[in-house]
């Protein structure tokens, strides 16, 4: 499976994702299905930071686009929540920053607690999926080759991610552990990642982002208001 197919299924599962936010007021099927988005997205992004061949330029361009993205992010996420958040591109650009600081650490122990204190920025900046965004990308990197640790890393960091749901609200439990379920499903796309980029499509994910965000604001209001 090439990265251009991860990335084709992962913007059919994050639309549906978002549709069931903005269209359907959330908790719907559209919703489960969505969670398999992020951990492909996620995957990608280090696949990115392992391949690119200039590394200053890649994480430019993903802070450009995470400031274009964040007033079409804030007109969606008002559909449906009055909370602030930084978009998606935020994520990746503090899980990079995260990888290279871990990379130039002379001691692993030195730089896994350099993940972690990004990781604690990421939650206290509110950046979409918070900790757990930074974290995933960086079992993706440390187990980058060794896929049975990172299908059970991935697996145990996408249950305890909704522990914290499940405490707060138990009458969701069956919700929340379904989202963990379904995010987990995510490696049965990873896992046929055959290290090939597939047909070339430069920008048009980072553009379909904030595109598509603005165009279900709109239809959000021509169907509520």
């Not at 896994?112 to 950046?127: A, D, N, R, Y």
Request: contains cysteine.
């Amino acid at each position: 499976m090439t990265s251009f197919v991860l990335k084709i299924i992962g913007v059919i599962t994050m639309l549906s994702d978002h549709i069931g936010d903005s269209v359907l007021c959330r908790f719907s099927f559209f919703n489960l299905i969505g969670r398999i988005a992020f951990p492909i997205f996620a995957f990608q992004a280090v696949q990115g930071y392992i391949h690119t061949k200039n590394l200053k330029y890649h994480i430019l361009k993903l802070f450009i686009f995470a400031c274009i993205s964040q007033i079409p992010f804030m007109l969606f996420l008002s559909t449906f929540s009055n909370s602030f958040a930084l978009n998606i591109f935020f994520t990746f650009f503090l899980g990079m920053l995260a990888l290279f600081l871990y990379e130039k650490s002379n001691h692993k122990i030195v730089g896994f607690l350099f993940v972690v204190f990004v990781s604690i920025v990421g939650e206290v900046l509110q950046v979409d999926y918070g900790a757990f965004g930074i974290l995933l990308m960086f079992v993706f990197y440390f187990f980058k080759e060794k896929k049975w640790q990172m299908a059970l890393c991935t697996i145990a960091l996408c249950f305890a991610k909704y522990i914290p749901n499940i405490l707060a609200t138990p009458s969701l439990s069956f919700h929340y552990l379904s989202c963990a379920t379904f995010t987990s499903l995510s490696l049965c796309f990873i896992w046929f990642y055959n290290q090939k980029e597939g047909p070339k499509a430069k920008y048009f994910f980072y553009v379909f982002y904030p595109l598509h965000l603005t165009l279900l604001y709109i239809l959000h209001l021509a169907l509520y208001f």
